[in-house]
């Protein structure tokens, strides 16, 4: 894919991740912790799981960006196990159930709203390095994976996984949404 046309994609769905969280911040706090069931994450939980993988990956992104030596080409090539990653991150239909390392489950935390605050400033973040981004190799830069340092990705599939993974958890708020809408009288989240 070219490279140029990669990072638009990604920074559309950027802004897209931006004006759905800006959203909901007009919801109460009691929409925004609704749970299915005891085992099921609520509206800040899906942030906040989001903003825990944002801690790990944006300081890595920045820090091999800032410090590479590499030019930007005009064609990205997605490796094998970085675009199988990023695939598998993709929104389906039937979402396939993923285990969360412990250190990246929010379950049952004491969160509010501010977790909406920092996802935003996450995504602004973001765009920032999608923008930098366009002058350094998409290919050649490797990132670290959360799952082992020994484990690296390159940059135009570390930014596809990771912006993959929002857009799952953002359509799993959606989910959360739909199944609010479904089950709960609306003078009950007032």
């Not at 490796?79 to 993709?90: E, I, T, V």
């Not at 509010?112 to 999608?130: M, P, T, Y």
């Not at 490797?142 to 082992?148: A, E």
Request: hydrophobic share 35%.
């Amino acid at each position: 894919m070219q490279s140029e046309k990669l990072i638009q994609l990604l920074m559309d769905h950027t802004r897209d991740s931006i004006n759905q969280a800006e959203k909901l911040k007009n919801d109460t706090i009691q929409t925004l912790t609704w749970r299915e069931n005891p085992a099921s994450w609520n509206i800040l939980e899906c942030l906040e799981h989001l903003n825990l993988y944002g801690d790990y990956y944006l300081p890595e992104i920045k820090d091999k960006i800032k410090n590479s030596k590499t030019s930007s080409e005009t064609h990205f090539n997605s490796g094998f196990l970085g675009g199988y990653f990023a695939k598998s991150m993709l929104p389906k239909e039937k979402l396939n159930k993923m285990k969360t390392f412990k250190d990246k489950n929010p379950l049952n935390s004491e969160l509010d709203k501010s977790v909406i605050d920092k996802f935003i400033n996450q995504q602004f973040e973001l765009l920032a390095l999608l923008e930098q981004s366009k002058k350094v190799s998409l290919n050649r830069i490797k990132i670290p994976t959360s799952l082992s340092r020994l484990l690296r990705l390159k940059l135009g599939d570390t930014f596809q996984f990771f912006i993959h993974h929002i857009l799952r958890h953002l359509n799993q708020i959606d989910t959360i949404k739909e199944s609010i809408k479904k089950t709960v009288p609306v003078h009950e989240l007032s």
